[in-house]
């Protein structure tokens, strides 16, 4: 069974950091792409992240490109999401996700949810003012 696990979401006031962790188990996804997505409360589900499956290129939603980063650990089946400089409007759910990409799909792809066809449960961060 595959699963993907986030943790490491919080309450954390503006300005502060927090890393998040995605562990996938089942199999395993060092050739796949990974993404973050979040969603507040009333909003739609939006991408955050995501980082092609050799880690050669990354994308980010203007709202958090220079504030956070995305990594990965394929040894450890691992992806990470570092958000730095947290603002209110960053409170949401963070859902991390697992597709399988091919080679010659472009950047709009990698953030668009219906590509990814692994999803977590997600982890909540609370960030207040």
């Known amino acids: 069974q595959v699963q993907l696990v986030e943790s490491g979401g919080g309450l954390v006031q503006a300005g502060d950091s927090l890393r998040l962790s995605c562990a996938a188990s089942?199999?395993?996804?060092?050739?796949?792409?990974m993404g973050w997505f979040r969603q507040a409360p009333g909003k739609e589900r939006e991408f955050v992240a995501a980082m092609r499956w050799d880690g050669s290129s990354t994308y980010y939603s203007d709202s958090v490109k220079g504030r956070f980063t995305i990594s990965r650990d394929n040894a450890k089946n691992t992806v990470f999401l570092r958000m730095n400089s947290l603002k209110p409007e960053d409170a949401a759910v963070y859902y991390c996700?697992?597709?399988?990409?091919?080679?010659?799909?472009?950047?709009?792809?990698?953030?668009?949810?219906?590509?990814?066809?692994?999803w977590g449960q997600g982890t909540q961060v609370t960030v207040s003012s």
């Open positions: 996700a697992a597709g399988d990409l091919s080679p010659f799909d472009g950047s709009v792809s990698y953030t668009r949810a219906t590509k990814y066809a692994h």
């Open positions: 089942g199999r395993s996804f060092s050739r796949s792409a």
